[in-house]
């Protein structure tokens, strides 16, 4: 099973958008809903802030949110804030009943 | 709190065996799946498979089957992950993570370094 692909890195200046893809193919994204994303920062685990495509769970900003084209996952950040800067992965359940991840975006805030 | 706390860092010999527990508090262990995934230095993140801690039925990911075991001890609320013939390439932090849609908890990550 291949890794998801993302870019290594995005940056944003505060209060701008930015978005991250996540690039699978119809035996992971493409195939079913269960795609996730992850925010980490070094030193802390990783934390859920988005599930099943486009949920949030409880107590994760509405700056996140998500959505998935094809085999292309996304994960878009409004309002770009200092805090956001962190690494980024997404992760998809796939058709061998396995889950992958990708490799992770680096955030930075100009 | 709820958290999975997971045993500490060790160095292990090619060849040797390590078992790596992780720790549920806060909640009900035989509630959820706990995977395991590993993050070698310098790659991304590897998944490597699940225990259902109720009825102790694993999945292992095809690359560590036969030499990884996942097990539980539901007195401790604690899951384990056994890995043997260790090489260089194990070299890595290992974490254990609950599936709850998605993995919405993770434990702090344990490093295991293969070193003779």
């Known amino acids: 099973q291949s890794a998801l692909t993302q870019p290594a890195s995005v940056s944003g200046s505060p209060g701008q958008p930015i978005t991250i893809s996540c690039t699978g193919s119809s035996s992971d994204i493409g195939a079913y809903k269960y795609v996730s994303w992850y925010q980490w920062k070094p030193g802390k685990a990783p934390k859920l802030l988005i599930y099943d495509v486009n949920k949030r769970p409880s107590g994760v900003s509405n700056r996140f949110s998500g959505s998935k084209s094809g085999n292309t996952a996304s994960l878009t950040i409004s309002g770009l804030q200092a805090e956001d800067e962190a690494n980024y992965f997404c992760s998809s359940y796939t058709d061998s009943n396995t889950f992958v991840f990708a490799t992770g975006t680096e955030v930075t805030v100009l | 709190q709820v958290q999975l706390l997971q045993s500490g860092a060790e160095v292990k010999r090619p060849g040797a065996s390590v078992k790596v527990s992780c720790k549920a508090s806060g909640y009900s262990i035989s509630g959820y799946y706990i995977h395991w995934i590993r993050q070698a230095p310098g790659q991304g993140l590897e998944w490597m498979g699940w225990?259902?801690?109720?009825?102790?039925?694993?999945n292992y990911a095809q690359k560590f089957q036969g030499w990884v075991t996942m097990t539980r001890d539901l007195s401790i609320s604690t899951v384990y992950m056994e890995l043997s013939g260790l090489k260089s390439d194990d070299t890595a932090v290992y974490y254990c993570?609950?599936?709850?849609?998605?993995?919405?908890?993770w434990g702090q990550g344990t490093r295991i370094t293969v070193s003779s």
């Open positions: 993570a609950r599936l709850n849609g998605a993995f919405d908890m």
């Open positions: 225990i259902n801690p109720d009825s102790r039925i694993t």
